[in-house]
């Protein structure tokens, strides 16, 4: 357990240390942001869907506290790919804060989407309201009842 948790820690910060790697280049212009995706291939996956979490965690749920505890301990540093409907996207440092929309059927989320090229940055920019996004992203904690992604990445188009 503590070398799984150690694993990922140690991936985390690798992942942090890519991310600020996008240092500016001669002449002041930023470089491309590069994401390795294997490196979110490599984290242990999980199948826990959206559907799944809103049954533990919505309001009028049977499962108690320490079941909903349990659940997201499990779930913590596991890769997950998941269909978020959009709710809100705002800019956060070099990435995207995509919201995903949460009622009795889907648990909310926060991913923090990094483009890796023009193509992604553009599917996110254009995308309204209601869209689907389909993100892959490590799980990294639970805020206000929504789970957090971060880092993430937006899968394939399909």
Known sequence: MFISTLRILIL???WLVLVSASVCAMGGKQ???QIDIHFLENVPKSSVTLKDLAHIYWA???????????ILKN?????VIWE???AQIQRAGNAYLVQGQFDKDTL????YVTPRNDDEKNRILKAEK???LLIFG????????????????????E
Do not use: C, W, Y
């Open 108 to 111: 909310g989320t926060f991913a």
């Open 130 to 132: 209601g869209s689907v």
């Open 31 to 33: 470089q491309e942001i």
């Open 84 to 86: 978020i409907t959009v």
């Open 75 to 79: 779930l913590l540093g596991k890769s």
């Open 138 to 157: 490590v799980v990294s904690d639970m805020r206000l009842r929504h789970i957090v992604l971060q880092p993430a990445v937006l899968s394939p188009k």
């Open 12 to 14: 985390l910060m690798l």
């Open 60 to 70: 009028d749920a049977n499962a108690t506290a320490v079941q909903q505890e349990e």
